[in-house]
Nanobody, 118 residues
Framework: QVQLVESGGGLVQAGGSLRLSCAAS????????MGWFRQAPGKQRELVAAITRGGSTNYADSVKGRFTISRDNAKNTMYLQMNSLKPEDTAVYYC????????????WGRGTQVTVSS
């Protein structure tokens, strides 16, 4: 059974930093693409950053230059380093992992709250 557990959220002042972690189990982590998403109150869930099994990354325009996604295959863990945080980054952050290629299935964590005060 695939399980994802996020951690590292919290309350931070604007301009501050946080590092989110997503620990995965029940899946061959090293070959699975992953991503971070976020959902603010009243808004749709949106992609923040994604990383392929080969380590290629892409980011939402709103976080480019401020956020860095990475993965440690030895620890089955993905990270999101968030710097220069802004109040508009406030949201629940979710990690997602995709299992399979021909019939891919997405698995989601429960989310971690990030609140940036002005």
């Amino acid at each position: 059974q695939v399980q994802l557990v996020e951690s590292g959220g919290g309350l931070v002042q604007a301009g501050g930093s946080l590092r989110l972690s997503c620990a995965a189990s029940g899946i061959i982590f090293s070959i699975s693409p992953m991503g971070w998403f976020r959902q603010a109150p009243g808004k749709q869930r949106e992609l923040v950053a994604a990383i392929t099994r080969g380590g290629s990354t892409n980011y939402a325009d709103s976080v480019k230059g401020r956020f860095t996604i990475s993965r440690d295959n030895a620890k089955n863990t993905m990270y999101l380093q968030m710097n220069s945080l802004k109040p508009e980054d406030t949201a629940v952050y979710y990690c997602k992992i995709t299992k399979g290629v021909t019939s891919p299935v997405d698995y989601w964590g429960r989310g971690t709250q990030v609140t940036v005060s002005s």
